[in-house]
């Protein structure tokens, strides 16, 4: 992987809880005084993560410890109909949301998004890529719930791991398609065949044995012979997995004008259907933009990889590629690419077993030591930072307070919270307006240290939990849409450049609330949005503490630390008193190790010293 290359161009602009109105060519405040370029080259050790043209963006997901997620649940066995739903309808959210997002299939707590070929979206970064997917699918989860589940409480919040997977011609997402639906078959079947020994009084190992080394025919007997059922006829649903994709008002033959018994009219009317009219921006004024965005469009095909199901819908091959040729059974060689992200070792040799019509792999440790996927560096800190998706208009929609909205701050806080008690790895988070920085151990092995899992799981569960208690923090406002958080990982080698993020980011923190205090004191004294720009254009902090002093009686250093100072989250080593998760004096003291957070200055050593036992390191 190659460093990151920094560029205006390239940079996306920040969206915060905390709204940043100076264009992007003012020069910040703490530049010019050489702090915040103290700490900035922290920056290099971002690496760059593109999925090069001309491959396709594939991104997988699957649920996280779903077989645990499925039993508090009460999930129906073999499989849940309205489950089965609820992912589908997550994933229709995600294409409708996502407009590069052309095609999806899944099937039990897994799901696979194809990219058209042309995307650009955010700049083909694969680790913003996932993490955003699976941040807004757990999002979406968590929200259409109770559409699904309306007598069933959640009982805690769901999160998925994600991977990009780059397919480098249409042939290979062909293979890959094949590879997946083949996979739902061989599972579904089996599922199918275990649980209906189960209930039929057979302990589970006892199913196990009776099924073991059995054959897709044998599987169909048993089914018949013992338990009067068809196989074949089960809904397709279980059978076929789902597909989505979107379709265009051409995707319909001209035949159609004579075969179908309509209007001209009406049978616009049902192209139109298929498209959802969508607000993408808002003008001057404030008046909504609004364009029509294809929707997705829900189907089961016995064979998605097949040429007649993928070139009868011109949207799909014109948008990810054309399929030449039928291909029949994908073997584990084939399979293994999708598996891999790195080549096996040459002159080594290669071990793959076949169990019955499953590609199961039955490996030893030796073999498994060779499966090489993205992998963060050893002995190195590790940062997950995750970024509120698009949050300037998620802050306006919701009506946020500004320059700081104290109970979306605590929000966010609370989900931090809930990370940190979710993964041990992690020992400290600090987050200021809509991000957050993750610190895992420096001998963390957590996913075997594959980014893509990390990063994934930590944006899913942090996103899943803000929709779960947004009603704790905003009783009286409802949640208008799914958010989203898109992450990245970055290691840094060594203690003190960890301390010197960390310190950056609370720089950061100063920077844009004391400039966004003075933005906000004054519009709300009646200046527009560009005058108060050039007004505050080029001053520097001690002009800008005049400011607030002499023309709105604000002291800015009196202004509440979680303004200023950001928000640490982490474990306690001694008994401290704490409120609402934060550390207060006067208070009946919380137990050791409790997760807490505080706003205090960790740019400073002094902090790090007096609380050694975080990052376990002098």
């Known amino acids: 992987m190659r460093k990151a290359q920094r560029s205006p161009v390239r940079e996306r602009k920040r969206q915060s809880l905390v709204e940043e109105p100076s264009p992007p060519d003012q020069p910040r405040e ?6 915040s370029s103290k700490y900035e080259y922290v920056k290099s050790f971002e690496l760059e993560d593109e999925v090069m043209l001309p491959n396709l963006i594939l991104v997988r997901i699957d649920g996280r410890d779903f077989s645990r997620f499925s039993q508090v649940h009460e999930f ?20 409708e949301e996502f407009p590069d997002v052309i095609f999806a299939y899944g099937y039990s707590d897994e799901y696979s998004f194809v990219f058209k070929k042309t995307s650009r979206f955010y700049q083909r970064r694969a680790s913003k890529i996932l993490s955003l997917v699976a941040s807004f699918f757990a999002s979406a989860y968590v929200t259409k719930w109770k559409e699904f589940f309306p007598q069933r409480k959640l009982e805690y919040s769901p999160s998925f791991t994600s991977k990009v997977i780059r397919c480098a011609s249409p042939e290979v997402l062909q293979a890959y398609l094949a590879w997946r639906q083949q996979d739902c078959h061989a599972n579904n079947q089996y599922e199918t065949c275990f649980w209906m020994l189960v209930k039929s009084g057979k302990t ?25 059922i068809n196989y074949k006829t089960l809904p397709e649903l279980f059978r076929q997995g789902s597909c989505l994709f979107k379709k265009k008002i051409i995707d319909l033959p001209v035949e159609i004008w004579f075969s179908m018994k309509v209007t001209k009219i009406s049978l616009l ?18 008046n909504p933009v609004k364009r029509l965005r294809r929707k997705a469009v829900l189907v089961h095909s016995e064979n998605i990889a097949g040429r007649s199901f993928w070139n009868e819908h011109p949207s799909l091959y014109n948008d990810l590629g054309h399929f030449s040729k039928d291909i029949g059974r994908v073997e584990p060689d084939f399979v293994r690419s999708f598996r891999f992200e790195s080549k096996l070792l040459p002159l080594t040799w290669v071990v793959v077993r076949i169990d019955g019509s499953h590609f199961h792999r039955v490996e030893p440790d030796f073999v498994r030591s060779f499966r090489f996927e993205s992998k963060l560096l050893p002995l190195t800190w590790v940062v997950v930072r995750i970024d509120g998706s698009h949050f300037h208009r998620f802050s306006d929609v919701h009506e946020f307070e500004k320059p700081n909205d104290e109970q979306a701050l605590k929000l966010m806080n609370s989900c931090a919270v809930a990370v940190l008690e979710e993964f041990e790895d992690i020992h400290f988070a600090y987050g200021v307006s809509d991000e957050y920085s993750f610190v895992l151990k420096r001998e963390s092995e957590l996913y075997q240290r594959q980014s893509s899992k990390i990063i994934s799981a930590i944006a899913s569960l942090f996103t ?11 009783p009286h406002k409802e949640l208008k849409y799914p958010p989203s958080f898109d992450g990245r990982a970055v290691c840094y080698p060594t203690y003190k450049i960890l301390l010197d993020y960390l310190a950056w980011r609370q720089v950061d923190c100063h920077i844009n609330n004391q400039y966004n205090t003075c933005f906000w004191m004054l519009v709300k004294s009646g200046k527009t949005k560009t005058q108060s720009q050039d007004y505050l254009k ?3 902090t001690r002009e800008k503490n005049e400011l607030l002093s002499s023309q709105f009686g604000i002291e800015y250093n009196t202004l509440p630390l979680i303004f200023r100072m950001g928000s640490s989250v982490f474990r306690s080593k001694e008994a401290v008193a704490v409120k609402n998760g934060v550390v207060v004096s006067g208070k009946k003291p ?29």
């Not at 703490?30 to 702090?35: A, D, F, H, Q, Y």
């Not at 099924?211 to 012979?225: A, I, M, S, Y």
């Not at 919380?590 to 376990?616: A, Q, T, Y």
Request: charged share 25%; aromatic share 8%; proline share 2%.
């Open 538 to 540: 080029g001053t520097q």
């Open 76 to 95: 129906e066995k073999p499989n849940d109909e309205a489950a089965l739903n609820l992912m589908n309808s997550c994933s229709s959210a995600v294409l």
């Open 464 to 474: 899943s939990t803000y929709v779960i208690r947004w009603g704790d923090f905003f």
């Open 269 to 286: 009317n049902n192209m139109i259907g298929a498209h959802v009219e969508e607000t993408v921006k808002h003008d001057e004024n404030g």
């Open 30 to 35: 703490l530049r010019s005084n050489g702090v």
């Open 590 to 618: 919380k137990r050791e190790g409790e997760v807490v957070v505080d706003h205090c200055n960790i740019i400073e050593r002094g902090f790090w010293e007096e609380h050694p036992h975080i990052l376990s390191y002098s």
């Open 204 to 228: 589970i190992g006892e199913a196990q044995e009776v099924l073991k080394d059995t054959q897709k025919q044998q599987k169909n007997e048993l089914l018949f012979q013992k338990f009067g």
